[in-house]
């Protein structure tokens, strides 16, 4: 059935280092792809989308990178600061399972000053 | 300020006993999801709403979970007995129309951490 998946469940970065977090994903209707971020005892914020027809997007300090050809999804945050530390999900959004929003696991992402 | 908001924050129950947590979503927004965050799983679709209308509840434990849309400001998770193991933290979330066109992104409640014993 549907899955998305992250491939590390823990990240430990320097802070101004790049930050780059995976998840691969096996439903190949999906038309959205979106990442999460979820800060400790918050819900989930959103960061930042792409659609299946595109390859990558740039936000600020975030970049999303899609792969469909090996079903891989990553985002990139460069120049981490503390603040980035969270816990953040990819999930997916399929037309076809009428538009539910499925979440991945998590990675976890953690700042070293 | 429009924010998605859940009651109660906090709960603790003994097993056996009704919950029922409410949500009432962002005015305009007309998708509702239900999700349940646990360390093991993760988070877990538990329900979802369109337009009041259920679309997607497969995630979700019949025999004692229902979800519900009295009114389109109201969205609600009732446990009906509770149990140890429905002890989470329960999300509600909603979106705008989520069509082709529209992204998928969810607008997230604060949550309700629910502890039965």
């Known amino acids: 059935g549907e899955s998305v998946g992250l491939h590390l469940p823990t990240l430990s970065v320097q802070e101004g280092d790049n930050s780059i977090i995976n998840c691969a994903y096996s439903?190949?209707?999906?038309?959205?792809f979106i990442w999460y971020k979820q800060e400790s005892g918050k819900g989930p914020q959103f960061i930042i989308d792409?659609?299946?027809?595109?390859d990558k997007r740039q936000g600020q300090r975030v970049t999303v990178l899609l792969n469909k050809t090996v079903k891989h999804l990553s985002l990139q945050i460069a120049a981490t600061q503390p603040g980035d530390s969270a816990v953040y999900f990819c999930?997916?959004?399929?037309?076809?399972?009428?538009?539910?929003?499925?979440f991945g696991p998590g990675t976890s992402l953690s700042v070293i000053p | 300020d429009a924010r998605v908001t859940q009651t109660p924050r906090h709960k603790v129950t003994e097993m056996g006993q009704e919950v029922t947590m409410r949500c009432q979503p962002i005015?305009?927004?007309?998708?509702v999801f239900w999700y349940r965050q646990t360390m093991m799983q993760g988070l877990e679709l538990l329900a979802y709403?369109?337009?009041?209308?259920?679309?997607?509840d497969s995630g979700m434990p019949k025999d004692r979970f229902s979800a519900e849309m009295p009114d389109a400001t109201l969205a609600t998770l009732k446990i009906q007995p509770s149990e140890p193991r429905d002890s989470a933290v329960y999300f509600c979330?909603?979106?705008?129309?989520?069509?082709?066109?529209?992204?998928?992104?969810?607008?997230f409640g604060e949550g309700s951490r629910l502890t039965v014993l």
């Open positions: 979330a909603s979106g705008p129309n989520l069509s082709r066109r529209n992204t998928g992104e969810l607008f």
């Open positions: 439903n190949s209707a999906s038309d959205y």
């Open positions: 792409i659609r299946s027809n595109m």
């Open positions: 999930a997916e959004k399929s037309e076809t399972s009428y538009d539910k929003v499925i």
């Open positions: 005015l305009g927004h007309n998708t």
């Open positions: 709403f369109r337009n009041r209308a259920p679309l997607d």
